[in-house]
């Protein structure tokens, strides 16, 4: 019998196990559906990015809620919430180029382009840096800094589909950094603000239920 304090991080990894799968799924049906359409096959290459990548940090958070003794946890669940803050940033990089593909008459002045992509490489530059103690535990100064220039990535394409007018996506953006930024700046604090996570996930869902819907 499962000890009352364990079901919920048994359900958070129900519930991971779900998104992961839905996740690899869905991106390769749209890789192997796309029909040479670009904005597809981008769009499943970037669905196969988030999950492989959230797949880093979920999966030994899994392994430690089913069986409550993995060993070394804190460095593998360390090392994959590095590698998912990296290949998060590169979800919106090629989400960028699906704007592009699905909207080829709205034209980003230069000034936008670089700045999302100078901002992405400050991201993923600042998370190799040793102050991040990602396998000892983290240091929240430095999970503040390295979101700065994250929300500013994502600032910027919200404005680009409220552009474009697909209101749909900017909302699904919106809901998964309203529920990112407060578990950033006090889940160390407070864990259970670290329940955020899930509606999070769940807007990036709803980001991959969006793709399917082109097929």
């Given at each position: 019998?499962v ?18 799968v839905f ?5 390769v049906?749209?890789?192997?559906l796309?029909?040479?359409?670009q904005?597809i096959?981008?769009?499943g ?5 988030l ?12 392994i430690?809620?089913?069986k409550s003794?993995f ?17 998060m ?5 090629v ?10 008459n ?5 000034v ?12 993923i530059?600042?998370c ?5 103690k ?12 390295r979101?700065v220039?994250?929300?500013v ?8 589909f ?13 809901i ?8 950033v700046?006090?889940?160390?604090k407070n ?5 955020l996570?899930?509606p999070?996930?769940m807007?990036?869902m ?10």
């Open positions: 019998m000890h009352k304090s364990r079901m919920p991080q048994i359900g958070e990894a129900i519930f991971s196990i779900i998104y992961l996740g690899f799924i869905s991106g049906i749209m890789l192997a796309c029909s040479g359409r904005e096959f981008l769009y290459l970037m669905t196969l990015i999950a492989g990548g959230d797949s880093f940090h979920l999966v030994p958070r899994i430690n809620a089913l003794n060993a070394r946890y804190d460095f593998w669940a360390g090392i994959g919430l590095m590698v998912s803050s990296i290949t940033t590169i979800f919106y990089l989400l960028y180029k699906v704007w592009q593909a699905f909207y080829p709205k034209t980003v002045s230069v936008v382009m670089a700045s999302l992509f100078v901002f992405a490489g400050i991201r530059a600042l190799f840096f040793p102050q991040n990602w396998t000892s535990g983290g240091n929240p100064k430095w999970g503040i800094i979101n220039p994250f929300v990535v994502g600032i910027i394409m919200v404005a680009l409220a552009w474009a007018g697909n209101y749909a996506m900017v909302a699904a953006i919106i998964s950094f309203a529920c990112y930024i407060p578990v700046l006090w889940a160390k864990p259970k603000i670290g329940m996570m899930m999070k996930t807007a990036y709803w980001i991959i239920i969006m793709g399917l819907q082109l097929i």
